[in-house]
């Protein structure tokens, strides 16, 4: 599993505990089956953009919480890559 998955995989589990939210909601939300989303929660599978846009605006938080984080990880991608 990549940084940036662990990332959002720790923000969106963040999301659930603090509104109680079942994961075979969240992948009806997007339109995917339950192992689907277990999935992209193991870091099997990314989750595509659009999935995390709608999930941000089913549990009504901004974009910026289920990716927050993901600038360091970028920025040390940088620094590795230019050294």
């Not at 940084?3 to 959002?8: A, L």
């Not at 339950?34 to 549990?59: H, I, S, Y």
């Amino acid at each position: 599993m990549s940084n940036y998955s662990k990332i959002v995989r720790s923000n969106i589990l963040a999301e659930f505990g603090r509104k109680d939210i079942y994961q075979a909601r969240a992948a009806e939300w997007i339109n995917i089956s339950p192992a689907a989303f277990g999935f992209r929660l193991n870091g099997k599978t990314d989750f595509r953009l659009g999935e995390l846009v709608t999930l941000a605006e089913q549990l009504q938080v901004p974009f910026s919480t289920l990716v927050h984080g993901l600038d360091e990880v970028v920025a040390e991608h940088h620094e590795s890559v230019a050294s």
